[in-house]
């Protein structure tokens, strides 16, 4: 591999209808200073250097599509909600002919920012990594995948909460659902995963185990405590983000 690399594709979930919210509106379309939370991520991505970006909508989400083609992302849509890893799957017809790395960022986190995706795709080629994972500390780690490690500090896979034993779940390092994949890793690492977990879903954090089995390079970059909630779920969350970055622009 090589750190020479410029560009890279961009794969956003946005395929959510974020039930939570309590709210007709599909979830990334939510606005925050007036601007939908898929516009934070899509221009964050193309501030960080990608030269592709990829939405992914659904079905139950009208107006996504529409949105993510007005801020220049190709957009693909998953039919059937079947998990992560399967949504992720529904892009490649886009990136059939992309050589380069592609990150996988979520349609519902604003607070990852462009300089910070930037940082993780640097990381990621500086390291040589098959895949690298951005993670956070969190002190209430409740409702995300926990980081696993060896004894001597690698990443060995990203547990689910709903899978999760209760030592993993006392684990405060936790999954921001940012990655960066080298070219030619994510598509066929999609083709192995199974649904066989308490959610019925194939996992796009599965490829991370995978990958470690197969004696690929797997690698975190922490972007330690987050001043905004990781990922927008309910009204309060959005309202708290909002706070935030009236604050970061004042």
Not at 40 to 55: F, N, Q
């Amino acid at each position: 591999m090589s750190c020479e690399r410029q560009g890279f594709a961009a794969i956003v979930l946005a395929a959510g209808q974020g039930k939570r919210m309590r709210s007709d509106l599909p979830k990334v379309l939510h606005t925050l200073r007036g601007r939908p939370m898929l516009e934070y991520v899509i221009s964050a991505a193309r501030e960080a250097g990608a030269d592709l970006i990829v939405a992914i909508a659904g079905p139950a989400t009208p107006g996504v599509a529409e949105c993510a083609r007005g801020l220049g992302a190709e957009v693909a849509e998953q039919p059937v909600p079947r998990g992560t890893g399967d949504a992720v799957r529904w892009a490649r017809p886009c990136l059939s002919d992309y050589a380069s790395d592609v990150a996988v960022l979520c349609g519902d986190a604003p607070v990852v920012s462009g300089a910070l995706i930037a940082r993780l795709v640097a990381h990621h080629r500086s390291e040589e990594n098959a895949v690298t994972i951005l993670t956070a500390d969190l002190p209430d780690p409740r409702g995300f995948g926990r980081i696993i490690r060896a004894s001597d500090g690698r990443v060995v896979r990203i547990v689910e909460e709903a899978d999760a034993s209760p030592d993993e779940k006392a684990v405060s390092e936790v999954n921001t659902g940012a990655y960066c994949f080298a070219p030619g890793v994510l598509f066929p690492q999609l083709e192995l995963l199974t649904a066989d977990n308490s959610q019925g879903e194939l996992y796009l954090t599965d490829v991370v185990g995978s990958l470690f089995l197969a004696d690929c390079r797997v690698g975190a970059l922490s972007m330690g405590a987050p001043r905004a909630p990781l990922g927008i779920n309910t009204m309060s969350e959005l309202l708290e983000t909002e706070r935030v970055l009236a604050a970061m622009d004042s």
